[in-house]
């Protein structure tokens, strides 16, 4: 099967359905941050939602905040690693060929000029690849992004269509989180300047991706070539 991560959101929401439309197993999978009071209403929406597709429903919880404090990190820092902890838990024990979430070409957008704002190399501009392996949650799993070809607004007039009724997370408003900042300040300010800039944005990621591949094709290549001798303590 294939774990889809649903938030209740329109983009998750659109990549269960879409999946469900392909005949594929698909397990259903939804995590509880405990950030905002409304989140257990939230899982109980996505689960309902799950039965009526006739699909798998896993979820669990976790107090981010205070992993955040004890751990040092910030928030969506803290809300990752737990989220991607349980999401890979639960793809490890129903022996799921992926892990699907429902990043779009706008995530995609705000992630390259998040990194560009940082400071990045190809690494980091090349934004988020379609699939992907993160051995420190599983070595094995992949994560894939099948929608990172569709817009927000995409998703949106998606569920839509097919008579899905999305829950939003108010939090996805608070810009105290620097990705909020980017998504609903500077992102609009720089569409005054090019109206389709979360497009070009996802461009030059695809574009500097296919760079960055072949760059390491190439030093991977130059590797064997110039190690004559390897083992430990070299």
Known sequence: PILAAVSGGPDSLALLHVLCGLNLPVICASFNHRLRPAAEADIAHVAGIARRLGVPFVTDSADVAAHAASAGLSIEEAARELRYRFLFREARRAGAQAVATGHTADDQAETVLMHFLRGAGLSGLKGMPSR????????????VRPLLGWTR???????RAQGLEPVYDVTNSDTTYFRNRLRHELLPELEKYNPQIRQALAKTALALHGDYELLYELIEAAWSKTVSASGGGY
């Open 153 to 159: 607004a995409d998703t949106e007039n998606y569920c």
């Open 132 to 143: 992907v392996l993160l051995p420190v949650f599983d070595a094995e799993i992949p994560l």
